[in-house]
C-alpha cells in the first residue's frame, strides 16, 4: 500500500504542507500517524478519494487509479449509455474513436486500459482493430471488448484477441461491472 508525507501531498496538490496538515488535522484527509512522532501519512486511496470530492486534478495518480476505456463506435445513443455507465466517479475515464485510423491514434495517445469496439463499424475492420492491436506489444495487456450486433448472421472469427463479447442490446450496467472486474484485477480502482 502506498503512503504519502504531508509534503508530497503538498507538491500533488501545488499547496503548502501546512495546508495539508490542516486538511489532516481537521478531518478532512484521512490518514495515521507514526507511532512516537508527529508525522502524517496518508495512504494512496484516501488521497485519490480526497481530491475526487474536492474537484481537484489527480495529476500523476490518474494513470494508476482511473480506469481508461476507449470506445470505437458511430453509434451516438450506445456511447452515451456507455459514458453514463462509466462516470468518473466511478474512477472511468473514457475516450470514443469512430474509426480504425482514430482507434489506433486514440489508443497511442489515451493509453487506455480497455478498448470496447463495436462490431456496427463493420465486421472486417472491427477485426482489424482487435489484431492491430494485439500485435503491438504496447496493447498486448489491453482488455478487449467486443460488441457483436445480434441481426440473426452467425459471426465466425477468431476470438482468441478478444477477452470479452457482449450481444447487443445489452445491458450498459452489466458491461459496467464487468470492466470494473477486469481492469480492478490489474489496478487498483478507487
Known amino acids: 500500500m502506498k503512503v504519502f508525507t504531508t509534503g508530497q501531498v503538498a507538491k500533488i496538490c501545488k499547496v503548502a504542507p501546512r495546508t495539508v496538515s490542516k486538511w489532516f488535522d481537521s478531518g478532512r ?11 502524517r501519512r496518508i495512504p494512496r486511496e484516501y488521497l485519490i478519494k480526497f481530491l475526487k470530492e474536492h474537484g481537484m486534478p489527480l495529476g500523476d495518480l490518474e494513470d494508476e487509479a482511473m480506469a481508461k476505456v476507449l470506445i470505437v463506435a458511430q453509434d451516438q445513443v ?3 449509455n456507455l459514458k453514463r455507465e ?3 466517479e466511478k474512477s472511468f475515464r473514457t475516450s470514443t474513436a469512430a474509426s480504425g485510423f482514430e482507434a489506433g491514434i486514440q489508443s497511442e495517445s489515451f493509453h487506455p486500459d480497455c478498448i470496447i469496439v463495436d462490431f456496427s463499424i463493420g465486421h472486417v475492420e472491427a477485426l482489424q482493430i482487435c489484431q492491430n492491436l494485439r500485435r503491438n506489444t504496447d496493447f498486448s495487456e489491453t482488455i478487449l471488448i467486443a460488441l457483436l450486433p445480434d441481426d440473426g448472421s452467425s459471426m465466425s472469427f477468431d476470438r482468441s484477441t478478444i477477452n470479452e463479447t457482449f450481444k447487443k442490446p445489452f445491458d450498459a450496467a452489466l458491461l459496467a461491472e464487468r ?6 484485477a490489474r489496478k487498483e480502482l478507487v
Do not use: F, N, V
Open 29 to 39: 484527509l484521512k490518514g495515521y500517524r507514526i507511532p512516537g512522532s508527529q508525522d
Open 78 to 80: 450506445l456511447i452515451e
Open 86 to 88: 462509466l462516470p468518473a
Open 179 to 184: 470492466l470494473r472486474t477486469l481492469i480492478g
